[in-house]
């Protein structure tokens, strides 16, 4: 919760669509992420790979970035004018946050 706070929310300022299930939350993000940008829209990718934001490859550090990381690279996004973010989320963090909507 700090690090929404320190870095001003920026997962409300995006549209935050996560990727969840037991095979393929990568490869089904990373397609969502490129046909994202394909239409001419501003994006970024968050996944066990790498992250991406608007083109720009930033290394993975881990599997899932800490709140603080998750929150800082949001508000990268952000700064870059992203509307849409694809995030692999576990099925765990899913089941602790009221904030997922399934679809």
């Known amino acids: 919760m700090a690090g929404m706070h320190f870095y001003g929310n920026p997962s409300a300022k995006l549209k935050i669509i996560g990727v969840t299930g037991t095979n393929g939350k990568t490869t089904t993000a990373t ?19 790498e992250n991406i934001i608007n083109g720009e490859k930033i290394e993975a550090t881990h599997t899932t970035p800490d709140p603080l990381s998750l929150n800082k690279l949001l508000s990268k996004m952000v700064e870059k004018d992203c509307e849409y973010v694809f995030m692999e989320v576990s099925s765990h963090a899913l089941d602790l946050s009221a904030g997922f909507l399934p679809i």
């Open 31 to 49: 397609l969502l992420y490129r046909i994202t940008i394909a239409l001419g829209h501003k994006a970024g990718l968050i996944s066990t790979v």
